[in-house]
């Protein structure tokens, strides 16, 4: 997945906004349904999506019935736009593909892998340029640690807005490079995962709380509450289990692989 940009004038966010930042629901009606009604209480004027909305074990439909529910700006994620590629398979894919509606794989298919959703902000799943790159975090013999500023400035090169909301990590971070803030509000359904790309590794956020940000923007000024909020595993682990994949049920009751 590329994206590519030329312009020359850095833009920051103007006027004042409070922004509440979802990445990588996968699924997780149960978590979503809380992380909405907590936003709700913040009453923001604007929800974002990174992506990764459907994919996982658990809840496709009742996810999309909650996302179509509200008023919600969605970019693709990797997994996303895997639902989409019909050659890829596996027993947790086909489950998923069984479960949404043509209407959900409709919407998936319009949604754009970056957008610049208000002025001065950028928004992708992973890095600017790819689906499947973290970019606050990089794979060193299989530990995740956080990225040099000289690589991620060369990640966010072309990127000409000064805020940038990324996902694909499920962890929560917020890192500073000069002219640029990096904000990932960590994942709302799945706070732990191992993967093999690019190399074999591990992430775990030790807590099994469904993540999400709330940004607050005034005149170029930025705040950032990091939210982790609580919610009844049981449900979202009994349908993993369900679902023949116990891996999933360890990360959901214990945020741990």
Known sequence: MHWSKKATVKTKPKGKIKIALL?????NSWALEKVLDDIHKRQPCMILNLGDTYYGPLDPKGTHDLIKSIDIISI???????????DHTGTTMDYVRKEISDVALDWLASLQ??????PGIFICHGSPSSDITYLTEQISDGH????SQDELQHLVQGVNEMIIFCGHSHIQRVVQIPGKVIVNPGSVGCPAFEDEFP????IEN???FARY?????????ISIDQVAVPYDTDKAV???LKNNRPDWAKWLKTGRV
């Open 23 to 27: 990445s990588d629901i996968h699924g």
């Open 144 to 147: 995740v640690t956080s990225r």
């Open 76 to 86: 693709s994620g990797n997994e996303d736009r895997l639902i989409l590629e019909k």
């Open 113 to 118: 892998d970056t957008i610049v959703p208000v």
């Open 199 to 202: 190399v074999y590794h591990r």
């Open 213 to 221: 940000s709330l940004v607050d923007l005034n005149e170029g000024k």
């Open 206 to 208: 030790f807590c099994n």
């Open 238 to 240: 009994c349908c993993a």
